[in-house]
């Protein structure tokens, strides 16, 4: 039900957001901004969320508000703002949802350290799995159990699997 | 009475699904040979019944039937024919009924391919793919029915989704799902395998085949999306790393990572419990990303219309259905375990190291997609995480696998020898050095490090990969008789990793030396790109079948030489009132020019200036070549004799066995 | 059993209540970073007088609602009959008429009545920008401070008055 009533509250925004899904109306005015500006514009416009949006950087979207804040950022780039100062004012506003790029902070450490605390683990894992074969020999009496009957297992296999097929 | 035929024929569809799971279960259970067999025609009957009531939905959209009320919100009295029978799967309840379409399809091409496999491990695998297709015809019929009525009939469609009259995104979804729904294949043999106990070289290498072609409808998929997205979004994007995209990537990663490992499994009889995992893992990410799509948990730029009971009912079936899977996992795996019978320095170490960084890759799009929905759940407040977060973390997970595939294949099995592998390895090597550094100063670009080594990881995939095929011709005294003789198997596999060096040759230079450019251009007047002259010749009214549009028209030329004339269009379409761009590109294999038509400046006056957007993008093609070689690659592996020969033996020695 | 072949099953138990959780939210909602502190300083013409200027001074002393509202807003349109409620018992509404030209503000208020104490013009969402308004109707609650104690997204209604907003008022009230 909430989100019936959300939807209706944005049906112009959302409706005008798929109408013109596809390109930004207002041309960026280039011959204001030098080289060096224009690459940060083009930089910082597409890593900045629209809000309105489904899922868009303020450079694809064509919402009535994601114009605005490119007009911002532009403004504020010809005024001489770094792009942290530009982003800040952002945050300042929105919160952290408008960064494409999410800060790393506490909130966020788990987001970025994740994949590599996860590879890290990972290559542990095969390696001992592999270096397991040297240590096979000292295992338990259990494990040893274990083994024969999955080595048994295995020779069962091996008689079903056809010779030339081993390439 | 059409469509209730069809409404009735799903209907029946689901009886029979729930006697395709329950009496080859009874089946197995009492080792009743005639009960199993039921599982077969249950299958193929399952798979008429859905494709009778998929031809009835087609019916209603071609006849314009307006009063079935999935037809009047996607169809139009306007539509051209050919987007009228690609309108069935342009929304949720057309596209979930395809999707069973092909579960049943599947199921059906299991039950006529496999017709020789043990009888008990073949009912419990359709079984399986039974229990899949009631859940998911539970929840077509239950809350997402195409076939609903509505009254009064409306005199005319809300019409298609114009993003979606587009020929790529006409065969898009369809390979997209037979790939997702492909992996039900290897989950349901996994699942068997788990069941019974049993699993050998010849489980394995019953399951590659089905995993292989579902891969590489997968990979089509993924592509063509890719190609579509940046035609008809008029972004000049290629991947945006949305949750929908993500969606289809992580059972790509993880079904690349299952191929490779049903590869030690079968050769070497190792890695047996890893296999089965990654079979189930790559199906559970296929639901997920259903989940992901149709609940509405994450906001995405191509998401469905979507309903939170749907959401729940989806959630709830999947919860099932993989704590089934799992709980069985937990329960058998450990008896598939296995010590490691080879050094890491072998062809199985590096496929083990493959899948290691195959699979966290997987993981980490899975944390990047779910992050901003697991903040909010923990009260973090809310984040977003988009392509700089991908990119930043995907790149060093992914980039060693592109020295890994070259090793991999001048590595024998079981254990090398570091100085025979460097014997071989060396002049592919230096060879990639020497062009990695080359390329972009033979290119014109400036030197960029990233390039150099984006470039150097293409080249030595692709010379290690033609290096496979030469070794063996080599081994052979007679060479053509030798390339003759090259299998099937081995061909795709050097298709599929020639494949990988073109996508990473291309993925390198178009992200790294694309220019993109917004201006504004009044008729006559020319724009500079890259050395490229855009010259803005004016825009037209036209109008399409069912659209109205604004026909631009831009002269490209180099050097005075004139290369293309560009007409990238503005359509409106008339039935919904939406405004879609129509971009125009011109391409070779080392660039593409693409213009995209903005607004007129002036908005009352079409004939003033207008705003454009120009890109110069280098070798953009190669990205999809690259997609389409693999899936190539893909579909002559899948080809091999060997699967169907070997198949035959082994299931003569299987019944020789059970009945000796 | 060994236990790590549970951990598959522990990560789907995991993303199971993850997603069940998630189902509960609306995705698109952002709350704002505004809450708990002083209002963003603004000075706009009033809507009908254009010389008359209104700052953020006008606001503080007594808790008010700020509620962007436009006349392209079909939500506000939803949203109205409550505001002209709450207007009734005596709550101050100051009106921010967000991204819309004066006479189609006017006419709007003219057609379904006026809640406002006093309507802000805003015809470029300037205002609107500095407190991270991102669509209408929003409504931010004031305390006497001036301090923004609440925001609601989206209209507001009987429920959320009584179960957010008027408790946040009570503490505020003199």
């Keep these: 039900m909430k989100r019936g009533t959300l939807k209706s509250r944005f049906a112009p925004l959302a409706l005008l957001a798929g109408l013109l899904l596809a390109l930004p109306g207002a041309p960026l005015r280039a011959a204001e901004l030098d080289a060096e500006q224009q690459a940060r514009y083009q930089t910082l416009i597409n890593e900045l969320r629209c809000l309105v949006c489904q899922n868009q950087t303020i450079a694809d979207s064509n919402a009535p508000l994601a114009a605005d804040l490119r007009q911002q950022v532009e403004t504020q780039i010809r005024a001489g703002r770094s792009d942290a100062e530009i982003k800040r004012y952002l945050t300042d506003r929105y919160g952290d949802f408008v960064l494409y790029r999410p800060p790393f902070k506490a909130k ?56 030339e097929n081993r390439s | 009475m059409i469509p209730e035929l069809g409404h009735f024929a799903l209907v029946a569809a689901l009886l029979v699904a729930l006697l395709q799971v329950a009496l080859p279960a009874l089946g197995v259970w009492r080792r009743d040979r005639r009960l199993m067999a039921v599982a077969s025609s249950a299958a193929q009957t399952q798979f008429l019944l859905i494709l009778f009531a998929y031809l009835c939905l087609t019916w209603a959209f071609v006849t314009r039937d307006w009063s079935v009320a999935y037809v009047a919100a996607n169809s139009h009295s306007e539509l051209p024919l050919a987007y009228r029978v690609s309108a069935v799967w342009g929304a949720h309840e057309g596209s979930m009924l395809l999707w069973v379409l092909m579960l049943s399809g599947w199921a059906a091409a299991v ?109 089509c998929g993924i592509t063509l999306g890719s190609w579509w997205a940046y035609n008809e979004l008029g972004w000049g994007g290629w991947w945006f790393w949305d949750p929908v995209e993500n969606a289809s990537f992580m059972p790509w990663l993880v079904g690349t990572a299952l191929i490779h490992s049903l590869a030690v499994t079968e050769k070497r009889g190792q890695l047996k419990a890893w296999t089965v995992l990654l079979a189930i893992l790559a199906f559970a990410l ?117 020295v890994l595939v070259g090793l991999a294949a001048a590595v024998g099995w079981k254990r090398a020898k570091p100085a025979e592998v460097w014997k071989r390895v060396r002049v592919p090597a230096a060879l990639a050095v020497v062009a990695g550094l080359a390329l972009p100063w033979a290119l014109g670009h400036r030197t960029l490090l990233a390039a150099i080594a984006g470039g150097m990881l293409a080249i030595w995939v692709l010379l290690t990969a033609a290096q496979e095929i030469g070794r063996r011709v080599l081994a052979k005294r007679d060479r053509v008789q030798g390339l003759l003789q090259v299998p099937r198997a081995v061909w795709g596999m050097t298709l599929a990793h020639a494949g990988l060096g073109i996508w990473v040759l291309g993925v390198s230079f178009v992200s790294l030396y694309s220019v993109e450019k917004d201006v504004r251009l009044g008729p006559g007047q020319a724009a500079e790109l ?27 030329s180099h050097g005075g030489r004139v290369l293309a004339e560009l007409e990238p269009e503005k359509r409106r379409y008339r039935a919904s009132g939406q405004v879609m761009t129509e971009s125009a590109v011109d391409h070779n294999a080392l660039r593409d020019l693409y213009v995209a038509l903005g607004e007129p400046i002036d908005k009352a006056r079409a004939d003033g200036d207008w705003a454009l957007r120009l890109y110069y993008k280098p070798m953009m093609r190669l990205v999809w070549w690259g997609g389409f070689i693999m899936a190539l690659g893909g579909l002559i592996a899948a080809s091999d004799r060997r699967y169907r020969l070997a198949q035959a033996r082994e299931t003569a020695a299987v019944r020789a066995e059970a009945l000796a | 059993m060994r236990l790590r072949y549970l951990v598959p099953a522990l990560v789907l138990i995991g993303l199971v209540v993850l997603f069940a959780i998630g189902l509960r939210h609306d995705p698109r909602e952002v709350p704002s970073p505004l809450i708990g502190k002083p209002a963003p300083a603004f000075s706009l013409a009033v809507l009908g007088a254009p010389q008359q200027t209104y700052t953020l001074a006008d606001l503080q002393g007594r808790p008010v609602l700020v509620n962007f509202f436009a006349s392209w807003c079909a939500a506000c349109r939803v949203e109205h009959p409550f505001l002209m409620q709450l207007a009734a018992q005596g709550v101050e509404i100051v009106g921010v008429d967000y991204k819309d030209t004066d006479a189609d503000g006017a006419d709007w208020l003219a057609r379904h009545g006026n809640p406002y104490r006093t309507v802000i013009a805003d015809p470029q969402g300037a205002m609107g920008l500095d407190w991270g308004v991102y669509g209408a109707p929003e409504t931010f609650v004031l305390d006497t401070a001036g301090t923004i104690v609440y925001k609601q997204i989206g209209p507001l209604s009987e429920a959320v008055w009584r179960e957010r907003v008027a408790p946040l008022l009570q503490g505020a009230k003199p």
């Design chain 1, 108 to 163: 966020t450490w788990l987001l970025w350290g994740g994949p590599f605390v996860v590879l890290l683990i990972a290559l542990a894992v095969a390696l001992r799995f592999v270096r397991a074969r040297r240590a096979a020999p000292a295992a338990t009496a259990v494990d040893a159990a274990a083994l024969r009957q999955v080595l048994a297992d295995e020779a069962g296999d091996d008689a079903r699997r056809p010779p």
């Design chain 2, 111 to 219: 039950s006529v391919f496999n017709r020789r496999l043990p009888p008990d491990l073949a009912a419990t695998t359709l079984a399986v793919l039974g229990a899949v297709g009631v859940g998911f015809l539970l929840f077509i019929l239950l809350t997402s029915n195409p076939f609903e009525r509505s009254f009064p009939v409306p005199a005319d469609g809300r019409d298609l989704n114009p993003l979606l009259q587009d020929p790529g995104l006409v065969i898009h979804p369809p390979m997209l799902y037979m790939g997702y729904v492909g992996f039900s294949v290897a989950f349901a043999f996994a699942l068997a395998a788990l069941i019974s106990g049993r699993l050998d070289a010849a489980w394995a290498r019953w399951t590659r085949p089905w995993t292989t072609t579902a891969w590489l409808f997968l990979t």
């Design chain 2, 286 to 402: 296929s639901l997920l990303g259903t989940f992901l799509v149709r609940s509405g948990v994450l906001v995405s730029v191509h998401a469905f219309a979507t309903d939170p009971a749907r959401g729940v009912f989806i959630l709830t079936f999947l919860a099932i259905v993989l704590g089934i899977a799992f709980t069985l996992y937990a329960w058998r795996a450990p008896r598939f375990v296995s010590v490691a019978d080879f050094a890491l320095f072998s062809r199985e170490g590096l496929l083990l190291l493959n899948n290691v960084f195959l699979v966290v890759a997987a993981f980490a799009v899975l944390l990047g997609t779910l992050y901003p929905l697991l903040a909010e759940a923990l009260n973090l407040g809310k984040v977003s995480v988009g392509p700089p977060y991908f990119n930043a973390v995907f790149l060093p997970l992914t980039a060693p696998l592109a």
């Design chain 2, 530 to 556: 890259s050395g490229y002259a855009f010259r803005f010749d004016g825009v037209e009214g036209r109008a399409g079948p069912n659209y109205d549009a604004d026909h631009g028209r831009v002269e490209v």
